[in-house]
């Protein structure tokens, strides 16, 4: 370990010559080092130390360390526009940090969310200099793997970041009245408007934010292929060390550009931990998963830039690319690749009374014959978001009481006769329809335990515009460990608020206005519908 420097600030111009700013930490010794670069637009001071070590730790490991603010954010130059500046950007500042004073001249990045995304962006004009990346929790598809969910728009998750991006906006700006509007809003967001997806405040003080391009932009729009890593996939082929949690709104995303960088001529390793999109500790949501789920990402990393950016042989390439905590067991489980498991179905069997007792509905690994369950959402009380993947606070969570609500239908299994482990994702398939053209279906797969704790461990979303039964709700990938004794339920209801918005029945959310919703009646056949589980034997 060596000595850090003082704290030193830098600054470079980018092609179009705007100043961009970093804060730069030097190992206190004589020689060359490897550059660590981070581009956020959050304050740079802040380095991400919410999830990682401090720079001053990553410096002391023999690199020096850039924690640059990304055009108009900090006190970096220029306006600040989501993501569309970081690819060229992106180029220029790993050019500029390759040349910093000490630099052996190989530069490696690392971060996590927009962090994140800023690191494959600016692999895509292929930098000389940059040789590794450690990408954490992105959305490797910018529509549907961050913006929006099943064709449902992440309400809760994405304004309020919006929020936060825009008080950061009015706060460089020295706009104090927008800024405290703004911050006020942030802790009690504003989801009862005139059109709930769209509060006013957004358009009365933040009417430059990229939240209404996401609104109004359908899935077919350029603008998401264009700003989606996704696009750019032949153009970052490097070593990664793919970062995720299993309660991770972006664990999709990260999965995915996992899964599409397989094939690469580089090496790519995969950690996933149990941890929500923050912070990475032991304890996600009202379950503590043990000492062996705190981060170890810090550590991964130093090694992996050792491995890459200094040639020394850290033992990793010798071991499984895979590694996954297992949630239940508790434990680190390794492999190969990440498992395609066949999936084996259990069937939704009912009285009729699902939504009525929580313990009427089933789930049975046998076809039985067809019953039909009805759910009433009624968006004067939509069923509420807990826990999860797409809520805050994200994790798992005691949802009996939840269960036990009229609009929600739950179909629960026998307790299991040994431990049933799990990998990959879940599939519903749904046979219902409903008495409007379009709703929405909420899925959550939980553990019952033996002492009546029913915690969820994953879930999906769908907003359905006229689609034929089946409808294939694609839950989020989850790797556990369900416990003998302990039985596995699915609840479905027509909501997850403020998760997602309340179906309004509008193609786009943000025309939909509160005035025009609608008491949705969804009938479900129960003999048709099963859920597929990736069973890990």
């Known amino acids: 370990m060596f000595e850090v420097l003082p704290k030193q600030a830098h600054s470079m111009h980018t092609r179009d010559g705007a100043r961009l700013d970093a804060d730069v930490y030097y190992p206190k010794a004589d020689g060359t080092f490897p550059v660590l670069l981070m581009r956020q637009p959050y304050g740079r001071a802040i380095a991400s130390t919410i999830v990682y070590a401090h720079p001053i730790w990553y410096a002391a490991h023999g ?67 940059l040789k590794a990346l450690c990408p954490a929790m992105l959305g490797y598809d910018l529509y549907h793997e961050w913006a929006y969910e099943g064709g449902a728009f992440c309400l809760q998750a994405n304004l309020g970041w919006a929020i936060q991006i825009a008080a950061e906006t009015a706060r460089l700006k020295g706009d104090e009245a927008a800024f405290l509007t703004l911050s006020n809003a942030a802790r009690n967001l504003p989801l009862h408007d005139a059109i709930p997806a769209r509060p006013k405040i957004m358009s009365e003080w933040a009417a430059d934010s990229f939240y209404h391009d996401w609104l ?64 990475w500790g032991r304890k996600v949501g009202a379950v503590d998963y043990g000492s062996e789920a705190a981060s170890v990402c810090d550590r991964a990393q130093i090694r992996w830039f050792d491995q890459f950016l200094k040639g020394i042989d850290t033992g990793l390439l010798d071991e499984p690319p895979v590694k996954l905590f297992e949630l239940g ?22 009285n009729g009374l699902a939504s009525i007792r929580d313990s009427d509905g089933m789930l049975t690994p046998d076809r039985g014959s067809s019953s039909v369950d009805v759910l009433v959402h009624d968006p004067w009380r939509p069923v509420p978001a807990l826990g999860g993947h797409a809520s805050a606070p994200s994790g798992s969570f005691d949802r009996a009481s939840l269960d036990c609500r009229s609009d929600v239908l739950t179909y629960t299994s026998k307790p299991l006769s040994e431990a049933l482990h ?106 048709s519908s099963q859920i597929l589980l990736p069973v890990l034997t």
């Open 422 to 527: 799990l990998l990959g994702n879940v599939i519903v398939e749904l046979d219902c329809t409903a008495d409007t053209p379009s709703f929405d279906l909420s899925a959550v797969l939980s553990e019952v335990r033996p002492n009546g704790g029913v915690y969820n461990f994953t879930q999906g979303y769908l907003r359905v515009d006229s689609s034929d039964p089946p409808l294939r709700i694609v839950l989020q990938p989850i790797c556990i460990q369900i416990q003998e004794g302990s039985a596995i339920r699915l609840s479905v209801s027509g909501a997850c608020f403020p998760a997602y918005p309340v179906n309004l029945g509008t193609e786009m959310p943000g025309e939909g206005r509160a005035i025009e919703a609608q008491i949705i009646t969804v009938t479900l056949q129960t003999g």
């Open 329 to 350: 067991s508790n434990e680190w489980r390794s492999f190969d690749e990440f498992p395609n498991l066949p999936r084996t179905p259990y069937f939704l069997s009912s």
């Open 63 to 129: 690199y020096i360390v850039v924690i640059q603010d990304v055009r108009g954010r900090g006190t970096s130059e220029g306006e600040f526009r989501l993501f569309e500046n970081e690819i060229e950007d992106g180029y220029d500042t790993v050019n500029w940090a390759a040349t910093l004073p000490g630099s052996s001249g190989v530069v490696g990045m690392y971060g996590f969310s927009y962090q994140g995304m800023t690191q494959l962006y600016a692999a895509v004009k292929r930098p000389a200099a």
């Open 216 to 279: 109004d932009r359908p899935a077919s729009d350029p603008y998401w292929q264009r700003l989606s890593p996704k696009t750019y996939l032949q153009e970052f082929d490097l070593p990664m060390l793919h970062i995720g949690g299993w309660f991770d709104t972006f664990m999709r995303g990260t999965l995915n550009l996992y899964q599409a960088m397989s094939q690469s001529q580089h090496r790519q390793h995969l950690l996933v931990g149990a941890w929500a999109h923050l912070p």
